[in-house]
């Protein structure tokens, strides 16, 4: 015979503190005896019911966030730009307009630290070839005591600072990987050549006589002496221990070097 459990009974087992399986429970016949199925059942759905009423809660809380919003409490967005020829903008955003305005001085803090000082250091890569920095060619003690004659400047935006007293070409050439810096060569190597010829000293430089100089350099020793790309960058770093052309400088150098040797034969591996 099987028992069942009364929920009536049940209930009123819990209101008297017995817990549901207590005094003023009845039993009658038809079901097995067990636990009460009915209990927990309830239980989980008023667990269930404030869960969502924290979720509901939560959402609300969002969409008074979402309401209250406004653009005057974004912060104030500004980008400092520095263009090619050296100015400094400053971009803000006010409303939906961008304003732009020049800055006359680098602001403080900008994370990283300016190197002011000079870099005067000239290589000597050949008695009258040289390779420096736009300060070397901007000092005219350091050109006097070199007996410069002739300046090659590939910078972008730099002056030629003794326009009465020295022989320019100014050639401006963009220190990029994109850059074709060997579409440069034939004019390049034209003026060194001529300054050679004229008994004069070349001074090569970009600006920091680190990437463009250097590069037009070693192609002109590469191309003049026959030299190999390994054996041109050794005698030029040895010059200006400083130089590093950029990847794309580099690639093109060793393309160079293979255009010489289907052109010309061999080349000679030492300097």
């Not at 010829?197 to 990437?211: E, F, I, K, P, Y």
């Amino acid at each position: 015979m099987y028992m069942t459990y009364s929920l009536s009974a049940a209930r009123r087992g819990r209101a008297a503190g017995n817990g549901g399986h207590g005094g003023g429970a009845t039993v009658s016949p038809g079901t097995a005896p067990g636990p009460c199925r009915a209990v927990p059942g309830r239980a989980v759905r008023r667990a269930g019911g404030a869960g969502a009423g924290v979720g509901a809660g939560a959402m609300h809380s969002l969409a008074q966030e979402i309401r209250s919003f406004s653009r005057a409490n974004l912060r104030q967005q500004r980008t400092r730009v520095t263009t090619l020829t050296g100015r400094r903008l400053v971009e803000t955003w006010r409303g939906a307009c961008l304003q732009v305005a020049e800055e006359e001085e680098a602001l403080p803090g900008g994370g990283f630290v300016r190197d002011l000082s000079c870099d005067l250091q000239v290589g000597a890569v050949r008695p009258w070839l040289l390779l420096g920095s736009q300060d070397a060619a901007h000092d005219l003690e350091t050109l006097s005591k070199h007996k410069v004659t002739h300046i090659l400047n590939v910078a972008y935006g730099v002056q030629n600072a003794f326009v009465n007293d020295f022989t320019y070409k100014t050639i401006p050439i963009l220190d990029i990987p994109e850059t074709d810096i060997t579409s440069y060569f034939p004019e390049c190597f034209e003026f060194i050549e001529k300054a050679k010829n004229q008994d004069g000293v070349v001074l090569v430089h970009c600006n920091a006589g680190v990437s463009r100089a250097a590069a037009i350099v070693i192609g002109f020793v590469m191309n003049s002496e026959r030299l190999n790309f390994a054996s041109a960058y050794s005698l030029v770093k040895n010059a200006r221990p400083a130089v590093c052309p950029n990847p794309g400088f580099m690639e093109q150098l060793h393309k160079y070097e293979e255009q010489n040797i289907k052109a010309n034969g061999s080349i000679d591996d030492h300097d």
